[in-house]
T-cell receptor
Framework: EPEVTQTPSHQVTQMGQEVILRCVPI?????FYWYRQILGQKVEFLVS????????KSEIFDDQFSVERPDGSNFTLKIRSTKLEDSAMYFC???????????????FGPGTRLTVL | AQKVTQAQTEISVVEKEDVTLDCVYE???????LFWYKQPPSGELVFLIR??????QNEISGRYSWNFQKSTSSFNFTITASQVVDSAVYFC???????????FGQGTTLQVKP
């Protein structure tokens, strides 16, 4: 069964450093997302991406964040200068289409745990 | 405002008990989608069910069942004859925009004791 994959599973970085989190969505999916979950809290939407551009972003997704789909298979989230409060689990998700039929379900990757020291 | 409320923070049951997880949502949209995801201790988010706003049929899948009631804006989830493997955090989520972003509730931690 196709699945979303994410690398690395755990990333430790120093405050102020840049990190890139990588995701490989399900191959025929067209919509891509990043979410984050601070430990013990709910899952929060960061950004959605469709047709090679951001379609929606949350207040969390400020200028320190960027997303890219560099090669048609990978989908990356970059944090330019990490802060302590960026420590969280970051989930990538993808879905096949925008329609309401069964293809409108988002499937999540296993997550990358980011620890900022 | 678009919002999902899961009032139950933690539930503890003994194996084989039935348990219902509550979810109440708010949205002004007439077309929206509701989801339940399971997050086991390993941390991944596992899709359980999706419901469209115009389909109020209840659904049963094995030991799982879902009760969607638009009149009360609720989408409750029942596990029948719970098992220890059901122990997890369960999230209810709402999707309403063209982009399909999910708005999650706070989650309910279910602990099933042997």
């Amino acid at each position: 069964e196709p699945e979303v994959t994410q690398t690395p599973s755990h990333q430790v970085t120093q405050m102020g450093q840049e990190v890139i989190l990588r995701c490989v969505p399900i191959s025929n999916h067209l919509y891509f997302y990043w979410y984050r979950q601070i430990l013990g809290q709910k899952v929060e939407f960061l950004v959605s991406f469709y047709n090679n551009e951001i379609s929606e972003k949350s207040e969390i997704f400020d200028d320190q964040f960027s997303v890219e789909r560099p090669d048609g298979s990978n989908f990356t989230l970059k944090i330019r200068s990490t802060k302590l409060e960026d420590s969280a689990m970051y989930f990538c998700a993808s879905k096949a289409s925008g329609g309401y039929r069964g293809t409108d379900t988002q499937y999540f990757g296993p997550g990358t745990r980011l620890t900022v020291l | 405002a678009q919002k999902v409320t899961q009032a139950q923070t933690e539930i503890s049951v003994v194996e084989k008990e039935d348990v219902t997880l509550d979810c109440v949502y708010e949205t002004r949209d007439t077309t929206y989608y509701l989801f339940w995801y399971k997050q086991p201790p390993s941390g991944e988010l596992v899709f359980l069910i999706r419901r469209n706003s115009f389909d109020e049929q209840n659904e049963i899948s094995g030991r799982y069942s879902w009760n969607f009631q638009k009149s009360t804006s609720s989408f409750n989830f029942t596990i029948t004859a719970s098992q220890v493997v059901d122990s997890a955090v369960y999230f209810c989520a709402l999707s309403f925009s063209n982009t399909g972003k999910l708005i999650f509730g706070q989650g309910t931690t279910l602990q099933v004791k042997p």
